[in-house]
């Protein structure tokens, strides 16, 4: 048993040593650190969160805060402009390519062990799903 769990373990390590060498990785790697330098979005980004505090202070009021309307268009406004950057829109499309490799990676392993197991994954229309199920019954169950 002890033998078996330690085989697990190191097949584990050699199956996460593979997805940190893949491209996928380095590339999402590379675009959270170009995010971090970018001194541009790092401005944006420090304008956003204090006006997030703005909103904060104007939401304890509501719709009766004087300037509710303004400030509601700037916040949506700036959160608009802070995720149109170009270094944010290759962030994030970096984190989805990676984030669909280990989605894919869960499936295949799961179904090397059974295929009434269903995966959960980040992507709802992932093609790979194993069934739109919630129970390992396929939908006999009458659940959806």
């Given amino acids: ?3 078996t769990e330690l085989k697990l373990y190191d097949e584990l390590d050699r ?3 593979m997805l940190i060498h893949t491209d996928e990785f380095n590339h999402y790697i590379q675009s959270k650190n170009a995010l971090k330098l970018d001194e541009s979005y790092q401005t944006l ?3 956003f969160i204090e ?3 703005h909103v904060n202070e104007v939401m304890r009021f ?3 805060h004087p300037d509710y309307k303004t400030v509601m268009k700037e916040a949506r406004q700036m959160r608009k402009t802070l995720t149109q950057h170009p270094a ?3 962030y994030k499309e970096s984190e989805i390519e990676f984030y669909n490799l280990l989605d894919m990676t869960m499936v295949e392993l799961t179904r ?3 295929d009434a197991i269903e995966v959960e994954t980040n992507n709802p229309f992932y093609e790979g799903r194993l069934s739109g ?3 390992n019954t396929d939908g006999q169950c009458g659940c959806s």
Avoid: A, F
Wanted: hydrophobic fraction near 30%.
């Fill in 112 to 114: 090397s062990v059974t």
């Fill in 15 to 17: 199956l996460t040593m």
């Fill in 51 to 53: 006006m997030k505090e």
């Fill in 62 to 64: 509501g719709h009766y």
């Fill in 133 to 135: 199920h919630s129970c």
């Fill in 1 to 3: 048993m002890i033998q």
């Fill in 88 to 90: 944010y829109v290759e």
């Fill in 45 to 47: 980004y420090e304008d």
